[in-house]
Nanobody
């Protein structure tokens, strides 16, 4: 089993920044594509960003392009999501997820392991 734990969420004003972190254990970290998803109340779980095994490729939802940056440190078994210029519509629970395919899928069903999420609230 792969275990994931997110941290770094909180309350921030619109226009502010947060950095989310995800720590992974249970398997060689560099074997996996990593993704961030988010789920707002009453909404589905939507793709936010993904990064390939080596970190050489990234993928972003249109709604966060230019504002969010995903990165990883395989030596520390960590993946990060830097979120800048936050908007109230970014308010959601953010989840870290693991995929074992060679692509960076955007559908939640493709991911094999999930963290329990961290709450991000952006006030207006």
């Amino acid at each position: 089993q792969v275990q994931l734990g997110e941290s770094g969420g909180g309350l921030v004003q619109a226009g502010g920044s947060l950095r989310l972190s995800c720590a992974a254990s249970g398997r060689t970290f560099s074997d996996y594509t990593m993704g961030w998803f988010r789920q707002a109340p009453g909404k589905g779980r939507d793709f936010v960003a993904g990064i390939s095994r080596s970190g050489g490729s990234t993928r972003y939802a249109d709604s966060v392009k230019g504002r969010f940056t995903i990165s990883r440190d395989n030596g520390k078994n960590m993946v990060y999501l830097q979120m800048n210029s936050l908007k109230p519509e970014d308010t959601a629970i953010y989840y870290c997820a693991v995929d074992r395919t060679v692509l960076i899928p955007t559908n939640a069903a493709a991911y094999d392991y999930w963290g329990r999420g961290t709450q991000v609230t952006v006030s207006s």
